[in-house]
């Protein structure tokens, strides 16, 4: 953490829950910049997500890199937004949620909120171009909202699990629901213009 800020352990189930949902959406960045940038574009935003939950597990500080990933991550937004597909507002806003996780290291704040609001606005992009959303879910609003509760329920819960060994249910649930959106975009290339 940077200098004088203090982060309780009632914030740490808020940290995992901002890098659990931004687990969640972030897949969608690879096989976008797979197809309309660079391979390399995608790494930054993989190893933020991944430096979060080494530093959560007990691995070291990840403060220094996570900071300087943030002007790393504005640059992938720059390349994204302009891409002339109907998924880059998707894929602009997974980055976005996965900035978001640096708010820990800048204030000490989870910076949940604003991971949540960016992993709705992918949800909202995929709705809205008429992804089929995942089995027995009628939008991926619902899809994302539902994922969101589940988390927070769990991680917030006075009795929450937040040890070092604990991260890794917690990361392995979030990775298996990043498969839908991956898969879906990934769907969606092979798809549409």
Wanted: charged residues 25%.
């Amino acid at each position: 953490m940077s200098e004088g800020v203090v982060v309780g352990p009632e914030r740490r189930g808020e940290r995992w829950l901002a890098l659990a949902v931004a687990t969640r959406v972030s897949s969608v960045v690879s096989p976008f910049c797979e197809k309309f940038a660079a391979r390399e574009e995608s790494f930054t935003v993989t190893q933020m997500v991944e430096s979060g939950w080494r530093e959560e597990s007990g691995t070291g500080d990840e403060r220094e890199f996570q900071l300087e990933s943030v002007p790393l991550l504005a640059a992938v937004r720059r390349k994204v937004s302009p891409v002339a597909h109907a998924s880059a507002p998707a894929v602009d806003a997974a980055v976005r949620a996965v900035e978001g996780l640096a708010s820990w290291h800048r204030s000490g704040e989870a910076g949940v909120a604003d991971v949540m609001a960016a992993a709705i606005d992918v949800a909202l992009e995929f709705d809205r171009h008429g992804v089929e959303a995942p089995d027995e879910w009628t939008s991926w609003v619902a899809f994302e909202c539902a994922g969101q509760s589940e988390l927070a329920a769990r991680l917030l819960a006075a009795d929450a699990d937040l040890s070092a060994a604990g991260s890794y249910d917690v990361r392995f649930a979030a990775g298996e629901s990043s498969m839908e959106y991956r898969n879906a975009l990934k769907r969606w290339l092979r798809t549409s213009a």
